[in-house]
């Protein structure tokens, strides 16, 4: 799985040095990404940090704006009768 962007591969990154054992000196919520991640089996988890953390940089936006419109709209709740 790819990044979608630098922010997330940064701290992707960071969550797998850490799950390697490479850096122990992260803070609280770099340990709890690699966790999470870690909660799904050992191998698998540090398979799936490595595929985010080794996404290239290029042609990715720093971060990402999350845009909710396409999932829930107005019309959705409205009462049929």
Known sequence: MPSKSKSQQRLMGAAYAYATGKNKDVPEEIKN??????????????????????????????????????ILSFDDFKCSE
């Open 33 to 70: 990404v690699a966790k999470s991640f870690m909660k799904s089996g050992k191998k698998k988890g540090k398979k799936a940090l490595r595929d985010f953390a080794k996404t290239k940089h290029k042609s990715l936006p720093e971060k990402i704006k999350e845009n909710f419109n396409h």
